[in-house]
């Protein structure tokens, strides 16, 4: 009975090869792709072997790649379309598709005429002579519009802004250009389009709450191009971005116990460096742990307390993070017994007052006049005080009158200023800071009751004060109101004049023609002028 031997690739039958009775030979292993010979010999019943047969066969499992080498221009505005396409193998067929339909046999080129005007899809297939077929297949995407098209133009590009950690952030573009305008945000850098924003689609977006400097840019499209926006920067910041001034808080002198005897610098122009360990006080949101005090009638929380030349908050030049009761040029030369600058810490953690005494303290230029002032700083709450117990000697000198009362942030940008170079003081005056962010409640009235979108919002101001269960902000739209008010419930309203139309700026002020009876509780006014 006849048999055979088989080899793969191998010409030599006399070593490896399998011998067996069958006529059929299946590899071990699944072949490689390419050309593979098997070599065949077949032995008589004498034990003599046939020469050699062989047969060549080529594994082809790699589907062919189609290339788009003729289109049509994006966008365009002629209605008929030609496409011409190749394959990366020889003898390959092609199905072609358009706009989603059913793939269906193709050559090179393939025409399309009498096309509607809008967004078009061609996709093509090579199949080789194995039917090899690529599961995805090359597209061109490619707009016709026959009218006139113009592309879109920014005409407002979005802004940077600056909020507070864990607040969010609204942008928005305005653009020019044939409709349908489409819109896409991302996140980077403009032109960077790695980070797309899911769902942000339309000419607004508002961010999710941020906690750390962020870039957003948006793209513009339509029909006959696109244009990106200028980056936009969300920056972060810790700042608190207001405080209230009470102008009639209650006065309740409390003097240093430590005097400040070593100074950095001359007594004229020197400061004191009091670490505050573990007292609990920020500023415009920010923790502090050194103060520096200096001579000249204010303290700063930065590194100048040598500045004599009082300026008006705020100004970017130094010192910035102040704190100003009164900021004259002051002079501790020739100061004997209690007469100087003092300091005490009174009560207990966390509800401890930090107490820094100017007392009985000369002008430089006017020697003869001497003030007695001091800034009590409040832990845990952060509020400040500023109170006078003796700035009026009985010359014009006094009373402030060439001096700066306030307080200012760390970079000089934001402040609460009191007076300038006013005679505003007087003997018993107490002046509270207050951070917005410990009052909670916070509504709003506009004139007719429009708030820009700001919730709660009052038509007048009475039914404003009329709703306050809980020490509240009152925020006043600029301009002037008739009305005669009643406070009768044993709350704290701060009536904060001046607020512009958005609600985001009170750099004017707010008029209220009419009175105000204080039956019960309190009322502290800012940036508002009584007729």
Known sequence: MPSYRYKLDNSDLTTGATETAATT???????????????????DDTDNWSASGSKTIVVDVTAPDTTITGKPDNPTNLKDASFEFSASEVGSTFQCQLDGGAFAPCTSPASYSALSDGSHTFSVKATDAVGNTKATPSSYTWTIYTVVCTAPVITIHPQSQTICSGQTAAMSVVALGTAPLSYQWYQGSSGDTSSLISGATSSSYTTAALTQTTNYWVRVTNACGSVDSNTVTISITT???????????????????????????????????????????????????????STNGYITFGTDGTDWNNVSIPNVNSPNAIIAPFWDDLNLNGLTGERGVWWGLIGTAPNRQLVIEWRQVPSYEYGTEAYRFEVILYESTDRIKFQYLDVDSGTSHDLGASATVGIENFDGTAGKQFSYDTSSLYNGLAIEFIPEEIIQNKIYVGQGGGCNGNQPCFATIQDAIDSVNVPTVIKLLQGTYHENLILDSPNVIFLQGGWDAS?????????????????????????????
């Open 25 to 43: 030979y299946t590899p071990a292993l699944a072949l490689t792709e390419g050309d593979h010979t098997l070599y065949v010999q077949e032995r």
């Open 239 to 293: 700042e608190r971005v207001s405080y209230t001034i009470n102008h009639n808080a209650s006065f309740s002198y409390t003097p240093g116990d430590n005097q400040i005897t070593s100074w950095q610098g001359d007594l004229n122009d020197g400061y004191f460096d009091l670490p505050l360990a573990d007292f609990d006080f920020q500023f415009y949101g920010s923790p502090v742990t050194n103060i520096r005090i």
């Open 503 to 531: 609600f985001t700026e009170n750099s004017s002020q707010t008029t209220i023609n009419g009175s105000i009876t204080i039956i019960d509780g309190k009322i502290i006014i800012e940036g508002i002028v009584l007729e």
